[in-house]
Antibody, heavy 115, light 108 residues
Framework: EVQLVQSGAEVKKPGESLKISCKGS????????IGWVRQMPGKGLEWMGI????????RYSPSFQGQVTISADKSISTAYLQWSSLKASDTAMYYC????????WGQGTLVTVSS | DIQMTQSPSSLSASVGDRVTITCRAS??????LNWYQQKPGKAPKLLIY???SLQSGVPSRFSGSGSGTDFTLTISSLQPEDFATYYC??????????FGQGTRLEIK
């Protein structure tokens, strides 16, 4: 069974760093892209970027370039999304999704940034 | 970036109604168009891929059509579990994916 399992909810202060994860199982992790999607409270879906774990080829949406870092460790079938300095406006639910097709999604990781 | 415009942004309908949601791309995306359903507190669920192919396990009352720049999602007979928010997504370029702004389908 294909699964993407994300790390748990996080509560952070502005300026702190954070790395959240998305672990794939039940398929060849290195043969599909993994995309990251942001959903701010009460808002729609925003595409952040994508990584191909096979060779770590990474592309960012212009809106998120320089704001986050996407990475992957293919040895443990895990993709990551990280921030070096969080802002209150980073408060959102973050999803990973297998691409192309978006047929499998993680359960989401809620990130709350508040002083 | 390719822009995706969904309409309407919200819709009230009754159980048994036929409902159509449209999505327009700012440039041709061939048939690289997916439709998702999202319920509160849940991850999006793929309904339709490649504009008109029904994802496995999705009820046949859902259908998609279109190519180029204009696409539609149709629910032939609304069921209580269909009240949710629907998003289109273009995947013409895997590296430059964009979503529509969503259509909230509410009970009349």
């Amino acid at each position: 069974e294909v699964q993407l399992v994300q790390s748990g909810a996080e509560v952070k202060k502005p300026g702190e760093s954070l790395k959240i994860s998305c672990k794939g199982s039940g398929y060849s992790f290195t043969s599909y892209w993994i995309g990251w999607v942001r959903q701010m409270p009460g808002k729609g879906l925003e595409w952040m970027g994508i990584i191909y774990p096979g060779d770590s080829d990474t592309r960012y949406s212009p809106s998120f370039q320089g704001q986050v870092t996407i990475s992957a460790d293919k040895s443990i079938s895990t993709a990551y999304l990280q921030w070096s300095s969080l802002k209150a406006s980073d408060t959102a639910m973050y999803y990973c999704a297998r691409q192309p097709g978006g047929d499998y999604w993680g359960q989401g990781t809620l990130v709350t940034v508040s002083s | 970036d390719i822009q995706m415009t969904q309409s309407p942004s919200s819709l009230s309908a009754s159980v048994g109604d036929r409902v159509t949601i449209t999505c327009r791309a700012s440039q041709s995306i061939s048939s690289y168009l997916n439709w998702y359903q999202q319920k509160p507190g849940k991850a999006p669920k793929l309904l339709i891929y490649a504009a008109s192919s029904l994802q496995s396990g999705v009820p046949s009352r859902f259908s998609g059509s279109g190519s180029g720049t204009d696409f539609t999602l149709t629910i032939s007979s609304l069921q209580p579990e269909d009240f949710a928010t629907y998003y289109c997504q273009q995947s013409y370029s895997t590296l430059g994916v964009t979503f529509g702004q969503g259509t909230r389908l509410e009970i009349k």
